[in-house]
T-cell receptor, first 120, second 111 residues
Framework: GAVVSQHPSRVICKSGTSVKIECRSL??????MFWYRQFPKKSLMLMAT?????????EQGVEKDKFLINHASLTLSTLTVTSAHPEDSSFYIC????????????????FGPGTRLTVL | ELKVEQNPLFLSMQEGKNYTIYCNYS?????LYWYRQDPGKSLESLFV?????AVKQEGRLMASLDTKARLSTLHITAAVHDLSATYFC???????????FGTGTRLKVLA
């Protein structure tokens, strides 16, 4: 159980184009999903918290208009990198929190396999 | 604001040796998580520690939590090459479910 998928796993695009990354919880419902960015040999940096049916909450320094997040259903969140530039190249990882977790639970996030974005 | 620090950042050790990775956090964290990451891959959950004094073991890895000291440790016993990876700890910001990750420890086990 608790499987999260991401699509695509790898994408190469030209500078100026937009790229959409999907994050799906396959066997549970997730009202809350998270998007992280990871540079080589660095830790994960939380970009935003995605909330089903409402606007995402972005971390300080993350451009909302650059990284569009949509969480239209209980099992799907999307991250769109708009007008991508080479500096947006990175490993993007999503995670999902099982909505059925109550108080006293592990509050565990389940991580997707990641998407490697390369902008030429 | 929760901050999480790990040390060491890099660890090169011989097979068969024991070592400990330390994870310090700055304010109360409801839970403490340990993950493993292999190159080019995402995170693999290792342990979730819920309360003070919690100890969990899986194979050659053992994690513990001391909430009073705001310290978690990941102890490696008789390391083998397959344990080579980057290990992250993460705390959770109360009320938000947000994880705050440590800097990571890159472990290399030499044969």
């Amino acid at each position: 159980g608790a499987v999260v998928s991401q699509h695509p796993s790898r994408v190469i695009c030209k500078s100026g184009t937009s790229v959409k990354i999907e994050c799906r919880s396959l066997d549970f419902q997730a009202t809350t999903m998270f998007w992280y960015r990871q540079f080589p040999k660095k830790s994960l940096m939380l970009m935003a918290t995605s909330n089903e049916g409402s606007k995402a909450t972005y971390e300080q320094g993350v451009e909302k208009d650059k990284f569009l997040i949509n969480h239209a259903s209980l099992t799907l969140s999307t991250l769109t990198v708009t007008s991508a530039h080479p500096e947006d190249s990175s490993f993007y990882i999503c995670s999902a929190r099982d909505s059925s977790q109550g108080q006293g639970s592990y509050n565990e996030q389940f991580f997707g396999p990641g998407t490697r974005l390369t902008v030429l | 604001e929760l901050k999480v620090e790990q040390n060491p950042l890099f660890l090169s050790m011989q097979e068969g040796k024991n070592y400990t990775i330390y994870c310090n956090y700055s304010t109360t964290s409801d839970r403490l998580y340990w993950y493993r990451q292999d190159p080019g891959k995402s995170l693999e959950s290792l342990f979730v520690l819920l309360s003070n004094g919690a100890v969990k073991q899986e194979g050659r890895l053992m994690a513990s939590l001391d909430t009073k000291a705001r310290l978690s440790t990941l102890h490696i016993t008789a390391a083998v090459h397959d344990l080579s990876a980057t290990y992250f700890c993460a705390g959770i910001t109360s009320g938000t479910y947000k994880y705050i990750f440590g800097t990571g420890t890159r472990l290399k086990v030499l044969a």
